[in-house]
């Protein structure tokens, strides 16, 4: 009689599902325990643990920003001197702490002086954000998802000039794939130093990946050679 076994990979993928489970409802659990609008505020405290982008102080363009959470946790680290304003498709609807601003439309459709004007900047003058932190998300379908992920991300650096100071710092979500490595490259060209970081709190999402980028050095042409690329998932 011919016994079937399950294989050592589906019992490995097993396990693996069963961690981001776990991951998953923890950090949903954490989230509704400590008053934030959605898990994804982990990503960005790990995001900051590990690399220490935000400061007090700081004024800060969310991209990409609802429901909010990143907000919320943003708000904290800049306190009462600093600003955050937030761009979103969707309307934030949950009550926002006084130095939050926000606006419902399309990244890639707005004035860029206009959000900086929010933070009380003059983009005419010179003024820019210290920090761009996206964690916009193209409409998942299932295909092609990694690719207009990367589309997005490309715009989005496209738009640095306009909005982020020499010298600020940087972190975009994309869905990891082929084209991954070219778009860190590009990053790297624009930073003094641009890294991939995948927080443990997103690892449901396995595909997932923050490029973090530190000392803009102006400019939104893709694909400069200099700055110092790494891959690393910490
Ligand atoms: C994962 S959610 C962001 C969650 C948010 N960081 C938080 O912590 O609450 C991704 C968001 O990107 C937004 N988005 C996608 N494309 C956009 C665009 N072109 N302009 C503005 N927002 C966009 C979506 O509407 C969605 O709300």
Redesign the pocket.
């Known amino acids: 009689m011919k016994v079937r076994g399950r294989g050592v990979g589906a019992v490995a993928r097993d396990a693996s599902a069963m961690r981001r489970r776990v991951l998953h409802d923890k950090y949903f659990r954490q989230a509704k325990a400590e008053g ?3 898990r ?2 982990y ?2 405290k790990q995001i900051q643990e590990k690399r220490g982008i935000l400061r007090a102080g700081m004024r800060v363009l ?12 943003a708000s904290e680290i800049v306190g009462p001197r600093g600003m955050v304003v ?5 309307p ?1 609807e949950a009550e926002m702490p006084a130095n939050v601003r926000t606006v419902t ?6 004035e860029p002086e206009a959000l900086l004007a929010l933070a009380g900047l003059d983009g005419a003058a010179g003024g820019r954000f210290e920090a761009v ?7 998942t379908t299932g295909a092609g998802d990694h690719y207009r992920s990367v589309e ?1 991300c490309r ?1 989005l650096l496209g738009l640095l000039p306009r909005l982020l100071r020499v010298g600020g710092v940087f972190a975009m ?1 994309v869905f990891e794939g082929e084209e991954y490595p070219a778009l860190l490259k590009e990053t790297a060209g624009l930073f003094g130093q641009a890294k991939g970081f995948k927080p443990d709190a997103t690892r449901s999402m396995s595909v997932e990946m923050y490029i973090v980028g530190n000392g803009y050095r102006g400019g939104g042409a893709a694909g400069g050679a200099g700055g110092a690329a790494g891959g690393g998932k910490a």
């Open positions: 934030y609008l959605a994804s505020a990503k960005l969310d991209v990409g920003c609802a429901p909010g959470s990143w907000l919320q946790v937030g761009i979103d498709l969707k934030v439309g399309d990244a890639f459709a707005a932190i996206s964690d916009m998300m193209p409409d997005a715009s979500k």
